[in-house]
């Protein structure tokens, strides 16, 4: 068992143990091609929530300062992080991007590029729909609804599938991209709202 198989074990116990969580939308994770996987970002615990309840291992971006603290910079890579600089074009980061959604890996991305202070919904980067236009893989739009309040329900949704087969020969913005990614992430806090 590598670690990465272990922390997805153990952050799956110490989330279950600590709230009501709730995963729907399993299935329409494809199981042998490349995906990008899209969330809103709310809270600290979203790359391993996001991770831990599905069968395929997630490779994240992660910012590049981890990547330099002594303990952090051996273990952060065995959990299939990979790192970026924030705020800049970063195209060793995107051409690692690239190369895992070829090789039929999945790339889990927060287009907000932070968690959002409020909770809701921000402005999704351009670098998102770079990836969705660039990369043959499927675009899977998914959604973090909580609060994280201790033994509360916090749902994991992951939506069908989105069509950029079409949206790629249109040869739209990555912009434009971002923009279609960005209302099916809201369509689904939409609908899965906590009552």
Not at 13 to 40: A, H, Q, R, W
Not at 150 to 169: M, Q, S, W
Request: net charge positive; proline share 6%.
């Amino acid at each position: 068992m590598n670690l990465y198989s272990i922390g997805k074990a153990v952050c799956r116990t110490y989330l279950s143990s600590i709230y009501k969580v709730k995963v729907i939308g399993k299935e329409n994770i494809p199981k042998d091609e490349g995906v990008l996987l899209c969330s809103n970002h709310i809270h600290l615990l979203d790359p391993p929530l996001l991770g831990s309840f599905i069968d395929r291992p997630i490779n994240y971006m992660a910012k590049a300062e981890l990547f330099e603290a002594p303990i952090l910079k051996w273990i952060i890579p065995k959990l299939h992080a990979f790192p970026v600089r924030r705020g800049m074009s970063d195209k060793q980061a995107l051409r690692q991007g690239l190369k895992i959604l070829k090789e039929k890996q999945v790339l889990g991305i927060f287009p907000e590029g932070t968690r959002s202070e409020t909770g809701k919904l921000q402005k999704g980067l351009a670098g998102v729909g770079f990836f969705a236009l660039k990369a043959d893989a499927e675009v899977v739009p998914s959604a973090i609804i909580g609060p994280y309040k201790p033994f509360g329900t916090i749902k994991v949704v992951y939506g069908k599938p989105l069509n950029f087969a079409k949206l790629r020969e249109e040869k739209i913005s990555s912009e434009d991209a971002t923009t279609h990614i960005m209302e099916a992430i809201g369509k689904l806090i939409d609908e899965h709202r906590i009552k």
